[in-house]
C-alpha cells in the first residue's frame, strides 16, 4: 500500500512563500524509480497540472503560469518531494495534490498518475 502524505499548506500573503512537502511511503514503494508530480485544483476548477520531476535524470518540468515562481524537487534519501512556492499569486489559491507514476511519459496530465496524496489547501490572500 503506497501512501503519499502532503504538508506545508497554509495562510499566506500575496507576495509571500510556501514550501510544499510529500512524503512518499510503502512497504514496496521504490520511490527513487518514480516520477513525481504537483496538481492543484480551486473551487469549480478542474485538476490542473503544476510540476513534474522524473526519477531518471531529475528532469523538471513546470506549467508556465508558475514557471520562474515554482521549484520542484526531490530527495530520495528522504522520500520526499517538495514544491517551493514563491511569489505567490491570488490565483494560486487551490488544493495541491502530489503524483507519482513509473512511467516518465506525459507528465502534465493529471490521468494516468498511479498514486495521489490527500491534497494540502494553500489559500493566498490579496
Known amino acids: 500500500q503506497v501512501q503519499l502524505v502532503e504538508s506545508g499548506g497554509g495562510l499566506v500573503q500575496a507576495g509571500g512563500s510556501l514550501r510544499l512537502s510529500c512524503a512518499a511511503s510503502g512497504r514496496t514503494f521504490s520511490f527513487s524509480r518514480h516520477a513525481m508530480g504537483w496538481f492543484r485544483q480551486a473551487p469549480g476548477k478542474e485538476r490542473e497540472w503544476v510540476a513534474s520531476i522524473t526519477w531518471s535524470n531529475d528532469n523538471t518540468y513546470t506549467e508556465d503560469s508558475v514557471k520562474g515562481r515554482f521549484t520542484i524537487s526531490r530527495d530520495n534519501a528522504k522520500n520526499t518531494v517538495y514544491l517551493q512556492m514563491n511569489n505567490l499569486k491570488p490565483e494560486d489559491a487551490a488544493v495541491y495534490y502530489c503524483?507519482?507514476?513509473?512511467?516518465?511519459?506525459?507528465?502534465?496530465?493529471?490521468?494516468?498518475?498511479?498514486?495521489w496524496g490527500q491534497g494540502t489547501q494553500v489559500t493566498v490572500s490579496s
Open positions: 503524483a507519482a507514476k513509473p512511467s516518465e511519459l506525459y507528465l502534465w496530465i493529471p490521468s494516468g498518475w498511479d498514486y
